[in-house]
């Protein structure tokens, strides 16, 4: 027995020992400089689920939202690896997982300008109607799609009030980025940029370019603190929802429309 | 009651085996359409992120809803215990399965992801519709199965009432499934409506016989065998009660919409400013799928079957241009997310959205319209489903 024991300890084979090797070696050039130690724990743990005592959210205000700027939408293509729509060949496949859209009231000519992606509703359609469970939502509240078990049946597409979503219509290129999967035949939309989000940054890449620009017309955080500054913000400004009456209890909250 | 013989067809004239190979031809196409299409991704389709259910959808929903109705003839022998239909039902049952085979095709063979069927096998979500779908379209194999083997085996043949009568509720609960995966839906303005269930059922019963009777006569006319009139004529009458009915149900559901200001936009883009969508509307579905059949069997010209045939024709023709109004048109026109207000941006809000089929799409639609008939041909052959002589003698004895 104890002799099986020690077979099981010692590494059986030059592969096994020089990744162990390696391993530990990742580990001690992680460890030495203290700061990735103080980045560990401002995020979530791997083995941690997310929990529902934080609801993540986002204010939209549109009053300050720039005409012409499209800021949210180049920084959200670069930290998530979509091709810009400019940019590809086809454009009515492309997928835009944020875009800017410009309102105007017919009869007073006034304008409105804002960003539109998926609303991370907390009664959402797309997890609904999605028959194999693949459209989720997550414990704080980011609406999300497996890619695993997405099979490209485009029911939620059909389902969701803001046309938050888009079909990978073809092979995706080199841009892809490691944290952000994405695939072929499958769906996909905002994420609220969960690798951020639980990477510890604490805010989202459209939040960071409109913040960058000036702008300050997005701000990210969480709704269920009422110490937020998202949570102070929306108690002051009078925020919407978009298409309210469907009552689907939006993450996205709009001030100014 | 009198008996009948039931016979397979022959199936080794030439006749047999050109029909066989050119609704083979027809299967293969299908299959290279998918092909293509998988290695490609949905890019070399007309399919966009606006109208993202296309002309596949169009065609298996369509064979779909053909499916429940055709079983319709079987039922009425079964269940209302009409003896008349009775020789007519094993070939009624054959050609609900086959139908709902090539629609499942097409709908699974359209997926993004087609390669993860088994996925949707093993991960359900009950909220969805889609999920009660499956489990709806599998029962559906299970019960007409049962019950087909119920009328070809007589050992069996006393629990062919009681399996013809759970298949005709299974098949009406699975019809309202079909349409309820429109009606809910929250987002479009034309779905997101109860009426969508039973009008999906009275258009199963229209399109169902109409596909039924073109195959009967087809089957009755290249075998030689005696097809009466009185069966004709029967059951012509009955498809003119569900043409009407069909009518019926579509002039109410508009006008329901139009009542309402909320919905004038999109009834306006159906009905009048559509352009394509306008037309299928008003010629396809409307004067094709039921003025003109209405016509056809409600006159004399009804006594004659060439033109039943044409009004059945007519009929599925009409049917395929209300799916694509139903599925289509309503992806077309733009979500109004900001009521009132203009909308414009990079992804096509606040446009109509357009909409040109590919050719891999029509050949995979074409595909799964050409495995149910296949699938029928085949069954002919192997199963005594066809009575040996239906001449209106025959069907006389039958009801005395």
Known sequence: MSEHKSTENTPSSPERRRFVGAAAAAAGVSLAPGIMLMEVAHGRPEDQAASSAVRWGMLVDATKCSTGCDDCVTACSTENGWTPVAESQHKNQAPQWIRKLELQDPLTQMETNLPMMCQHCAEAPCVDVCPTGASFKRADGIVLVNRHTCIGCRYCMMACPYKARSLVHESLNDTQKAEVPRGIGCVESCTLCVQKIDRGDGTTACVEACTAAGHNALLFGDMNDPESEISKRLRELPTKQVRADLNLNLGVRYHGI | MASITFREVEGSSLKYWLLFGGL?????????????????????????????????????????????????????????????????????????????????????????????????????????????????????????????????????????????????????????????????????????????????????????????????????????????????????????????????????????????????????????????????????????????????????????????????????????????????????????????????????????????????????????????????????????????????????????
């Open chain 2, 24 to 400: 083979g031809l027809f299967v293969l196409f299908g299959a290279l359409a998918w092909n293509y299409m998988h290695h490609h991704g949905h890019v070399v389709t007309g399919m966009d992120n606006q109208i993202v259910w296309g002309l596949p959808h169009v065609f298996a929903v369509f064979l779909i809803v053909a499916a429940s109705g055709a079983l319709n003839v079987a039922s009425i022998a079964s269940v209302f215990n009409q003896k008349m239909y009775k020789p007519l039902a094993p070939l009624s049952a054959v050609l609900a399965l086959a139908l709902m085979l090539g629609g499942l095709l097409v709908l699974v063979l359209d997926l993004g992801r087609s390669d993860r069927l088994i996925v949707a096998m093993t991960h359900f979500n009950f909220k969805s519709m889609f999920t009660w779908n499956v489990f709806l379209y599998s029962g559906f194999f299970g019960l007409v199965g049962v019950y087909l083997w119920t009328m070809l085996d007589r050992s069996v043949a006393n629990y062919s009432k009681a399996a013809g009568t759970a298949a005709f509720i299974w098949r009406l609960i699975l019809t309202t499934g079909t349409g309820s995966l429109f009606g809910f839906l929250i987002a479009r303005e034309l779905y997101g409506t109860s009426m969508l269930a039973p009008m999906f059922i009275i258009m199963s019963f229209a399109y169902g016989l109409a596909v039924y009777l073109m195959v009967l006569a087809a089957a009755y006319a290249w075998t030689g065998r005696a097809l009466g009139d009185a069966v004709m004529l029967r059951l012509k009458g009955l498809l003119a009660v569900f043409v009407a009915a069909v009518l019926y149900f579509t002039v109410v559901y508009h006008l329901t919409s139009l009542y309402f200001a909320k919905m004038q936009g999109v009834e306006a883009f159906i009905l009048r400013d559509g352009g394509i969508i306008t037309t299928l509307f008003w010629v396809g579905q409307i004067a094709i799928g039921c003025v003109l059949p209405l016509l056809i069997l409600l006159t004399n010209l009804g006594k004659q079957r060439p033109w039943i045939m044409i009004a059945c024709a007519l009929i599925i023709l009409g049917g395929l241009a209300q799916m694509y109004v139903t599925i289509i048109g309503a992806q077309a026109f733009p979500l109004d997310m900001f009521p009132g207000l203009t909308e414009k941006s990079s992804f096509a809000d606040g446009q109509v959205h357009s909409y040109s089929p590919s050719v891999p799409e029509f050949f995979l639609g074409l595909g799964g319209v050409a495995i149910a008939l296949l699938a029928t041909t085949f069954g002919v052959k192997v199963l005594r489903l066809l009575p040996a002589n239906l001449d209106d003698a025959t069907v006389a004895k039958l009801e005395h």
